[in-house]
Nanobody
Framework: QVQLVESGGGLVQPRGSLRLSCAGS????????IGWFRQAPGQGREGVSYISGSDGSTYTVDSVKGRFTISRDNAKNMVYLQMKNLRPEDTAVYYC?????????????????????WGQGTQVTVSS
């Protein structure tokens, strides 16, 4: 059974940094794609960044490109989201989710509905 646990959220000032962690169990990261998503109050869930556990290819949405970096540690079954230069509009609950590998390198944003296994989320609040 795929299980995901996020950690690392908190309160940070604008232009600050945070690193989120996603710990996976019940599966082998080598055969999965992990995505980071976020949901702000009153808004829908949106994808932020994705990484292929098999080849390390990534896809990051334009709104956070250059500020957010996704990475993985297959030996630990962990995926990270390094966030820098945070803005108030980055405030949201951040989730990680898993989908079995597509078998090709990531070149576009995977569909939200492909992701069936989700963590419980971690709150990120950017405020002075």
């Amino acid at each position: 059974q795929v299980q995901l646990v996020e950690s690392g959220g908190g309160l940070v000032q604008p232009r600050g940094s945070l690193r989120l962690s996603c710990a996976g169990s019940g599966f082998t990261l080598d055969f999965y794609v992990i995505g980071w998503f976020r949901q702000a109050p009153g808004q829908g869930r949106e994808g932020v960044s994705y990484i292929s556990g098999s080849d390390g290819s990534t896809y990051t949405v334009d709104s956070v490109k250059g500020r957010f970096t996704i990475s993985r540690d297959n030996a630990k079954n962990m995926v990270y989201l390094q966030m820098k230069n945070l803005r108030p509009e980055d405030t949201a609950v951040y989730y990680c989710a898993a989908v079995p590998s597509y078998g090709v390198a990531l070149r576009s944003q995977p569909p939200l509905h492909d992701f069936r296994s989700w963590g419980q989320g971690t709150q990120v609040t950017v405020s002075s």
